[in-house]
């Protein structure tokens, strides 16, 4: 990070952003649906990045922000009618309103204790998803029917599981995230959030609250996770509390350290190269689990700061 | 006709086809590949005689595992047996195994991997409910005929769409209440409910209770125990003394302590205790602990034990699939199935033949789908037979739900004997859906 | 049941409980204190442990007393053997970064989870125990074996205690969690020491394992809850603080299982897991942390 | 005119008395040393003033406004500004980053916005204040790369930065070079042209040059104060301090 011209950077995320939008049109069914929902994914592990990689705070109960986004949207729409828009503001909203008060109590705490105050509160979390089964179906979870999420534009409209509409969707929620995470790292408040990562003692002797500043980086991870977790339920119409158990927190853990933690697009490359070894893997044997593992830990003798991180340290220092 | 040699083909096509999902190939491909037709007649073959791909969606790792083993075995034995004797329509069924981890979201992939990569005719075999409910939409979405053998009640209640169907094995709701009547006539009419506090649970907690009050019984209590319990004992205490029934059922891998902490608290001052074969599902009686389980009795939908009365159809079941007659596996009789789920594999993919031959479905195209649905959403009664090994059943097109005759058995000797079996009739309830009405 | 019997029951079980627990994260605990690193995989160490013990015990099948001593033995070998190499050959050389620590250890929670269910299989497996009776109490019997487990795991509390704070490894393991280039400056060879304490932390889960498994069968996803559970308690006793750890155990463990007897089960566990977020919140170094860090 | 007054300032760490009642009275524009051994309360009594710990007993009074209660970041606004004795730049930062992140805080101070003013005026100021510390040419070099005496101008740059009223340096020559040291010493007469200077200093020539006046402190207590030449006559402080 310099005090150059920043044109750089911007030319490689949008020409990562063209290049998603181009391969839609030439991508075969099956990966055009991984992608979009890659896509989704990845936003969700860019809101934990901001957290992780650019703040230095390990949360391990970031699921509760993609369920509240998830059922923020999903139930609003499932029963009480919502059109997908509101549902998507509502999810959004759900996700905010706990990324601050989930703050306001965690951010106390540092370190491993904040690892484990969010792995506590992520589990309180996936137990009333449980709890309320009433209206949740719990574990089974539920369905959006595709009737309530038709979007109308002025005379016409179209329905957010038309593949296309779903694609371009993950494509514009992605970009946005993308591109604010950008932004945010390259601004002021991005270079204080990286002094808190850096030495937080001495940020405060610089003038900042350190504190307003986890916070803030707190509630726009938890609310862009929110807005991943909205986005899933309203394009691929599922619902349920295998979202908002452990392993959904683990997971974006593992996709940025794995594309490199504190890079603008490590989140996504982490997602990506995640979801397609289990594919490809899982297509190779049933123990495919095992070439994961091993994956990982090759991966990460080999580049220990995740993939962008390590090339960033040996290759190209300008990335963002 | 050879049938050693045309085994070594089925199991070959297995094995490519297992391949074939590395490779990426179509399944022309590797049908060339293996040599079995020969390239330049490929195109000819594929309107007589190419296969049927059928994509199964096994959990074979995650939480489902061992039940996914079980659904695995049924499947390849009953895709053996109907390619050894003629295939759908002359056509070889060629299986497409892929693991969902049982996990929601990667069923739904699996799902979508089926219709767009592997390019199947149909998917079937999913158990866990949460990745019918959440592979269910792109099931629909993709017009792809989706065969669930879950016994949740998630097809017949209406919420999923015209695509899925279960018409292997009767739904929870279905089993419950057929209970109610025996339970209330035999047991008690106190009954104290311990289910696992989930959706799965909520169903036998609510459909039980409604079904018990109307045969003049009371659930006087009901005790959920959390998804992450690993230790039981002390919700037993919460069961009030004047009890008449113990009514449980859990699953998962915590099953076996459940049953062994509850004898451990009553010792021989216990209740009658009824409880649901899903919590001793691929549980040795044998093992250690169990043996205060004697005298108590179990829903089975398909006796474990072969019975006295043993069919004709159960024993040829039974062998085709390697089961003994203790319900363990032949080569290792400490291995035990799933018995009273796994059959629904077995069932469905012979009603996905009947409905295959009865529609004249030829390829994947709108036409033949819907077709085959209509044909699937006509059928109406199964008769008892080697095709349906678990009895006779009535199929409801407006729901796509089967419904069948349960078992009730008493643990007498390390053993399940049946000492009732209920009527269809039991199980039936006035439908709350119909899937007619959705457009294809 | 009355009020009384069901504190009674609830206070036994949670006991019971709180051992394993305390067990199980008092080798997170030490592998979090000497190496400061976030062990993911120590609760499938638990679980193979526990999958171990079922394999050595049905080497001696009708005596299974014997077999559960062998099991002891055995599985704690194995598994701090594995540990061992995964030290060596993982571990250092990450130089236990943090981070590169975290992924390295879900690839090894992955492998060992995939190894057992390929070897192992997917389902549960009980193991009898060594010592089968039942204690009945005027209101209901309880597992005599649990009350074996209590005694057992004291013991083996005691053990690492003695270990820890009586003899010469235990100083050189505390000198080392002190200052780590200090002791390397008085000739302590730190990595050996970072061997033995991954091992040994290793050991305590894999024998946590094995007394649980007559308890609770052996399965290959049975690891996530101790380790869950562990790490809380670790962070609840304060890091590093070996005596904390083992009270925080039974904090854990008799908090859930008495708020169960006043709240519907779920809920009980939510409010008890909020509980103990909230008193971290409260007491950041920990309910029995001394000073801050 | 009097810019800081500490009244009474007293510190304990468990029995220890590490600042016993200092009242010290800072006036504006000097630059004055604290002298004194080890372990004498020197940084504790800086630290107390910036506030990164609270005093035990006593208050502080920073432009006739009691701060003693105000958090370390309140009191960088009204001008109070630490430059550590243990060098702790942001290493993984630019150099500009580094200074940025200082002038970016007194931007938005001096305009009352949440975002400072645009890239380019920041670049301006960061850029001129590392001019003014001899480091122009470094902008772009991780900080972690810089020499030690680099480092240490860095630090300096940051605090300058911030636009001090009240610049504290802890030991500021310590590890530098005697070309370093000149440089330096130039550099607090420049900077105490705007601001009042504050330093915890080892080396008694560096001090005897540019202090105006000089508090020598031991065991937590004030011994001495007057100006460099008084302090060198100081037959106490001889006793305590130079050990004559």
């Given at each position: 990070m310099t005090g150059a011209t920043p044109r750089r950077d911007w030319l490689l995320h949008l020409a990562v952003i063209a290049l998603l939008f181009g391969v839609q049109f030439v991508l075969p069914a099956y990966h055009y649906s991984n992608v979009s929902k890659i896509m989704v994914m990845a936003s969700f592990a860019i809101g934990y990045n901001i957290l992780i990689g650019y703040t230095g705070l390990l949360s391990l109960g970031h699921a509760m922000f993609f369920?509240?986004?998830?059922?923020?949207?999903?139930?609003?729409?499932?029963?009480?009618?919502?059109?997908?828009?509101?549902?998507?503001?509502?999810?959004?909203?759900?996700?905010?309103?706990?990324?601050?008060?989930?703050?306001?109590?965690?951010?106390?705490?540092?370190?491993?204790?904040?690892?484990?105050?969010?792995?506590?509160?992520?589990?309180?979390?996936?137990?009333?998803?449980?709890?309320?089964?009433?209206?949740?179906?719990?574990?089974?979870?539920?369905?959006?029917?595709?009737n309530l999420l038709r979007v109308v534009v002025g005379d016409t409209g179209f329905n957010l599981i038309d593949p296309a509409a779903r694609y371009n969707l993950a494509l514009l929620l992605f970009t946005v995230c993308?591109?604010?995470?950008?932004?945010?790292?390259?601004?002021?408040?991005?270079?204080?959030?990286?002094?808190?990562?850096?030495?937080?003692?001495?940020?405060?002797?610089?003038?900042?609250?350190?504190?307003?500043?986890?916070?803030?980086?707190?509630?726009?991870?938890?609310?862009?996770?929110?807005?991943?977790?909205?986005?899933?339920?309203?394009?691929?119409?599922?619902?349920?509390?295998?979202?908002?158990?452990?392993?959904?927190?683990?997971?974006?853990?593992?996709?940025?350290?794995?594309?490199?933690?504190?890079?603008?697009?490590?989140?996504?490359?982490?997602?990506?190269?995640m979801f397609y070894l289990v594919d490809v893997s899982s297509g190779q044997t049933s123990s495919y689990m095992l070439?994961?593992?091993?994956?990982?830990?090759?991966?990460?003798?080999?580049?220990?700061?995740?993939?962008?991180?390590?090339?960033?340290?040996?290759?190209?220092?300008?990335?963002? | 006709m050879d049938h050693s040699k045309k085994d070594s083909n089925t199991k070959r096509l297995i094995r490519v086809s297992r391949r074939n999902v590395i490779k990426g190939l179509g399944a022309a491909s590797a049908l060339t590949a293996s040599g079995l037709v020969p390239g330049a007649m490929r195109y000819a073959q594929a309107q007589s005689s190419a296969p049927i791909k059928i994509g199964f969606q096994a959990h074979l790792t995650g939480i489902g595992a061992a039940y996914g083993r079980w659904y695995q075995r049924t499947t390849l034995a009953a895709v053996k047996l109907i390619n050894d004797t003629g295939g759908i329509g002359g056509r070889p069924i060629e299986l497409v195994t892929e693991d969902d981890g049982t996990d929601p979201k990667r069923g739904a992939e699996v799902v979508e991997k089926f219709a767009t990569e592997h390019k199947v005719d149909f998917v079937f075999g999913t158990l866990f409910s949460h990745v019918v409910v959440g592979s269910a939409p792109t099931a629909g979405q993709l017009k792809m005929p989706y065969f669930v053998v879950s016994e949740g009640y998630h097809v017949a209640s209406g919420k999923l769409n015209r695509y899925v169907f279960q018409p292997g094995i009767t739904d929870v709701r279905s089993q419950v209440i057929s209970m109610a009547p025996w339970v209330a006539g035999n047991l008690g009419k106190k009954v104290a409910m311990i289910f696992p506090d989930?959706?799965?649970?909520?169903?036998?907690?609510?459909?039980?209770?409604?079904?018990?009050?109307?045969?003049?019984?009371?659930?006087?209590?009901?005790?959920?125990?959390?998804?992450?319990?690993?230790?039981?004992?002390?919700?037993?205490?919460?069961?009030?003394?004047?009890?008449?029934v113990i009514y449980h059922v859990m699953v998962g891998p915590g099953v076996l302590t459940f049953v062994k902490e509850m004898g451990e608290h009553f010792g021989s001052k216990r209740p009658q205790i009824f409880g649901f074969i899903d919590s001793l599902e691929a549980v040795d009686m044998a093992s250690p602990g169990l043996e205060f389980l004697d005298g108590t009795y179990f829903w089975e939908a398909f006796p474990r034990y072969a019975q006295k009365d043993q069919s004709a159809f159960d024993k040829f079941y039974r062998q085709a699939v390697g089961v003994n007659e203790n319900g363990a596996a032949v080569d290792d009789p400490k291995d035990v199935s799933t018995y009273s789920h796994m059959f629904g594999c077995w069932e469905t993919l012979y009603v996905i033949k009947a409905a295959v031959e009865?529609?004249?479905?030829?390829?994947?195209?709108?036409?033949?789908?819907?077709?085959?649905?209509?044909?699937?959403?006509?059928?109406?009664?199964?008769?008892?037979?080697?095709?349906?090994?678990?009895?006779?059943?009535?199929?409801?097109?407006?729901?796509?739900q089967v419904f069948a005759h349960q078992s009730i058995s008493k643990v007498e000797g390390g053993r399940l004997n049946v000492v009732h079996r209920t009527a269809i009739e039991d199980g039936m309830y006035e439908p709350e859906a119909d899937y007619r009405t959705q457009s294809l | 049941?009355?009020?009384?019997?069901?504190?009674?029951?609830?206070?036994?079980?949670?006991?019971?409980?709180?051992?394993?627990?305390?067990?199980?994260?008092?080798?997170?605990?030490?592998?979090?204190?000497?190496?400061?690193?976030?062990?993911?995989?120590?609760?499938?160490?638990?679980?193979?442990?526990?999958?171990?013990?079922?394999?050595?015990?049905?080497?001696?099948?009708?005596?299974?007393?014997?077999?559960?001593?062998?099991?002891?033995?055995?599985?704690?070998?194995?598994?701090?053997?594995?540990?061992?190499?995964?030290?060596?050959?993982?571990?250092?050389?990450?130089?236990?970064a943090p981070e590169a620590t975290i992924v390295a250890t879900i690839g090894l929670l992955y492998i060992i989870q995939q190894v057992v269910l390929t070897v192992y299989g997917p389902n549960a497996h009980p193991v009898v125990p060594p010592i089968n009776f039942r204690v009945v109490f005027p209101w209901f019997g309880y597992s005599g074996y649990k009350l074996v487990v209590i005694g057992a795991s004291a013991a083996l509390l005691g053990a690492t205690w003695y270990t820890l704070t009586r003899t010469r490894l235990g100083l050189i393991m505390r000198a080392t969690q002190f200052d780590r280039e200090t002791a390397q400056s008085f000739g302590i060879p730190v990595d050996r020491v970072y061997s033995a304490v991954f091992a040994l932390g290793a050991m305590l889960a894999a024998v946590a394992g094995v007394l649980i498994v007559p308890i609770q069968q052996a399965h290959y996803l049975m690891g996530l809850d101790p380790l869950l559970l562990s790490f809380i308690v670790v962070i609840l006793g304060g890091l590093g603080n070996l005596r904390g750890t083992v009270m925080a155990a039974f904090v854990i463990g008799l908090s859930d299982g008495v708020i169960s007897v006043f709240f519907s089960a779920t809920l009980a566990k939510i409010i008890a897991t909020l509980f103990v977020a909230l008193v971290l919140v409260v007491r950041r170094e920990g309910l029995f942390g001394e000073k801050a860090r | 005119m009097t810019l800081l007054v500490t009244s009474e300032l007293s510190r304990r760490f468990g029995g220890l008395n590490a600042v016993d009642q200092v009242s010290l009275v800072l006036d504006r524009g000097e630059i004055r040393a604290i002298i004194g051994p080890?372990?004498?309360?020197?940084?504790?009594?800086?630290?107390?003033?910036?506030?990164?710990?609270?005093?035990?007993?006593?208050?502080?009074?920073?432009?006739?406004?009691?701060?003693?209660?105000?958090?370390?970041?309140?009191?960088?606004?009204?001008?109070?500004?630490?430059?550590?004795?243990?060098?702790?730049?942001?290493?993984?930062?630019?150099?500009?980053?580094?200074?940025?992140?200082?002038?970016?805080?007194?931007?938005?101070?001096?305009?009352?916005?949440?975002?400072?003013?645009?890239?380019?005026?920041?670049?301006?100021?960061?850029?001129?204040?590392?001019?003014?510390?001899?480091?122009?040419?470094?902008?772009?070099?991780?900080?972690?790369?810089?020499?030690?005496?680099?480092?240490?101008?860095?630090?300096?740059?940051?605090?300058?930065?911030?636009?001090?009223?009240?610049?504290?340096?802890?030991?500021?020559?310590?590890?530098?070079?005697?070309?370093?040291?000149?440089?330096?010493?130039?550099?607090?007469?420049?900077?105490?042209?705007?601001?009042?200077?504050?330093?915890?200093?080892?080396?008694?020539?560096?001090?005897?040059?540019?202090?105006?006046?000089?508090?020598?402190?031991?065991?937590?207590?004030?011994?001495?104060?007057?100006?460099?030449?008084?302090?060198?006559?100081?037959?106490?402080?001889?006793?305590?301090?130079?050990?004559?």
């Open positions: 369920a509240a986004g998830l059922y923020g949207a999903g139930l609003t729409v499932h029963h009480l009618g919502f059109d997908p828009l509101s549902g998507f503001l509502a999810g959004l909203l759900a996700a905010l309103c706990l990324s601050v008060a989930i703050g306001l109590v965690a951010l106390r705490t540092a370190g491993v204790s904040f690892m484990i105050v969010t792995l506590m509160f992520a589990q309180a979390g996936y137990l009333l998803t449980l709890y309320f089964g009433e209206f949740t179906r719990g574990d089974e979870g539920f369905v959006l029917k595709e993308l591109l604010g995470s950008l932004v945010l790292v390259r601004s002021a408040v991005g270079r204080v959030l990286i002094a808190v990562r850096e030495n937080e003692q001495r940020t405060a002797m610089l003038g900042y609250n350190a504190f307003l500043y986890k916070l803030l980086a707190l509630v726009i991870s938890g609310t862009m996770s929110g807005a991943a977790g909205a986005t899933y339920a309203l394009l691929f119409t599922y619902v349920g509390a295998t979202f908002a158990a452990i392993q959904y927190s683990i997971l974006p853990l593992l996709w940025v350290l794995l594309g490199g933690a504190g890079t603008t697009l490590g989140p996504l490359l982490g997602t990506l190269l070439l994961v593992g091993a994956a990982l830990i090759i991966l990460v003798l080999w580049a220990p700061k995740g993939i962008l991180g390590t090339l960033r340290e040996k290759r190209i220092p300008w990335l963002p | 989930y959706a799965f649970g909520h169903d036998h907690r609510d459909f039980f209770t409604k079904a018990i009050a109307a045969q003049g019984g009371e659930a006087i209590k009901h005790i959920p125990v959390p998804a992450t319990e690993t230790s039981y004992t002390r919700y037993f205490a919460q069961i009030p003394a004047e009890t008449e009865q529609s004249g479905y030829r390829s994947a195209t709108p036409k033949d789908k819907a077709a085959l649905i209509e044909s699937v959403e006509a059928m109406t009664d199964f008769a008892e037979s080697n095709e349906h090994p678990q009895g006779a059943k009535k199929f409801n097109g407006q729901l796509h | 049941m009355s009020f009384g019997p069901h504190l009674l029951l609830a206070l036994l079980e949670g006991t019971v409980t709180a051992f394993v627990l305390a067990l199980t994260a008092l080798g997170l605990s030490l592998v979090f204190g000497v190496m400061r690193i976030v062990n993911v995989a120590h609760g499938e160490f638990f679980m193979l442990g526990a999958v171990l013990a079922w394999a050595f015990s049905s080497l001696v099948p009708g005596m299974p007393a014997l077999g559960f001593l062998l099991a002891l033995v055995g599985s704690a070998l194995v598994v701090g053997t594995v540990a061992i190499a995964a030290d060596r050959l993982i571990l250092r050389r990450l130089n236990y | 080890n372990g004498a309360g020197k940084t504790t009594l800086v630290s107390m003033i910036c506030g990164r710990i609270a005093p035990s007993s006593g208050g502080i009074a920073f432009e006739d406004q009691d701060i003693t209660g105000m958090r370390p970041w309140h009191r960088v606004r009204h001008g109070i500004v630490y430059t550590f004795q243990i060098t702790s730049i942001f290493g993984n930062l630019s150099c500009f980053d580094n200074v940025a992140l200082a002038a970016q805080r007194s931007d938005t101070w001096a305009t009352g916005r949440w975002w400072p003013r645009g890239h380019g005026h920041l670049a301006e100021t960061v850029l001129a204040v590392l001019n003014r510390v001899g480091l122009s040419g470094r902008a772009a070099a991780r900080a972690s790369t810089l020499s030690y005496g680099h480092q240490r101008l860095l630090e300096v740059a940051i605090g300058l930065a911030l636009k001090p009223k009240l610049l504290i340096l802890d030991e500021p020559t310590q590890g530098l070079a005697e070309d370093e040291i000149v440089s330096f010493c130039a550099l607090t007469r420049d900077i105490a042209r705007e601001a009042t200077v504050l330093l915890i200093e080892h080396n008694m020539p560096v001090v005897m040059e540019i202090a105006d006046r000089v508090t020598v402190m031991e065991n937590g207590r004030i011994l001495a104060e007057g100006s460099p030449a008084e302090i060198r006559a100081d037959a106490q402080v001889q006793k305590a301090y130079f050990g004559t």
